[in-house]
């Protein structure tokens, strides 16, 4: 069973990814790939693409609701490690539910995560 979010990315053309700069300076500890992003204000930059009328992130690879994945998963920026689908570990996640309404895909329910051969979902890396 592959993981949910491999076929959906609706988030990832949805909300502005947003956070602070360092997580962009290796020096820093940081690790995202600083010609992606772009500067928001002072303090924080984005990943470009997502400022858009009609966002989508540069590191967004594949069709929307069908597959898709991103091409820096190791080194995306905090906003994106924290948004968890909804109910990969048991509890709603409003974000989510509302990236995918926007793009016409129904909500992930507990259900999604009952495999019938009774596999785990593989990580959204593979
Ligand atoms: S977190 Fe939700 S909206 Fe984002 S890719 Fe996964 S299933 Fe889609
Ligand atoms: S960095 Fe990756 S996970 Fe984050 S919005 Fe872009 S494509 Fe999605």
């Known amino acids: 069973m592959n993981h949910p979010c491999l076929s959906c990315g609706a988030c990832c053309a949805h909300f502005r990814v947003a956070f602070h700069w ?6 820093l500890g940081g690790s995202v790939p600083a ?13 470009r693409g997502t400022q858009a ?6 590191a967004l690879r594949g069709r929307v609701g069908e597959v898709v994945h991103c091409d820096i998963y190791a080194r995306r920026p905090s906003p994106c490690a924290a948004l968890a689908p909804a109910w990969e570990h048991g509890e709603p996640s409003p974000q989510c539910d509302r990236a995918r309404a926007a793009h016409g895909l129904p909500p992930l329910t507990p259900d999604t995560w009952i495999d019938p051969d009774g596999e785990t979902p593989l990580p959204r890396s593979a």
């Open 35 to 47: 010609e992606l992003t772009e500067k928001l204000d002072p303090h924080r930059v984005a990943m």
């Open 22 to 27: 360092s997580e962009t300076e290796s020096f």
């Open 53 to 58: 009328r009609q966002p989508r992130c540069v």
